[in-house]
């Protein structure tokens, strides 16, 4: 089992800038991919970003490269979301996952999932 709790979401104006984090407890954390998905009203559940074992294995979607970005710190079982350039489309309910291949995360199948924490950008 692992646990997911998300933290670090409010409101912010366009523009501005927020991190969350992910704090994971339970089995290994090392070995699995971390990912970070949002869901906003009316729309289906969108993913975010996804990072593997290695910087290198870090996946972005397209609406927030560049503004967007996601780390790990596997000594403290922590990931993040830092999120830069905030804009109202980017208001959701941000959610943490782990799963153990990152193809499948990429892909909105995760094995765990955290409960949420809300974004909310004002124009």
């Known amino acids: 089992q692992v646990q997911l709790v998300e933290s670090g979401g409010g409101s912010v104006q366009a523009g501005g800038s927020l991190r969350l984090s992910c704090a994971a407890s339970g089995r290994t954390f090392n070995s699995y991919a971390m990912g970070w998905f949002r869901h906003s009203p009316g729309k289906e559940r969108e993913f975010v970003a996804a990072?593997?074992?290695?910087?290198?294995?870090?996946i972005y979607a397209d609406s927030v490269k560049g503004r967007f970005t996601i780390s790990r710190d596997n000594a403290k079982n922590m990931v993040y979301l830092q999120m830069s350039s905030l804009k109202p489309e980017d208001t959701a309910v941000y959610y943490c996952a782990a799963e153990n291949r990152l193809v499948s995360i990429i892909r909105g199948v995760a094995e765990y999932w955290g409960q949420g924490t809300q974004v909310t950008v004002s124009s």
């Open positions: 990072r593997g074992w290695t910087a290198g294995s870090t």
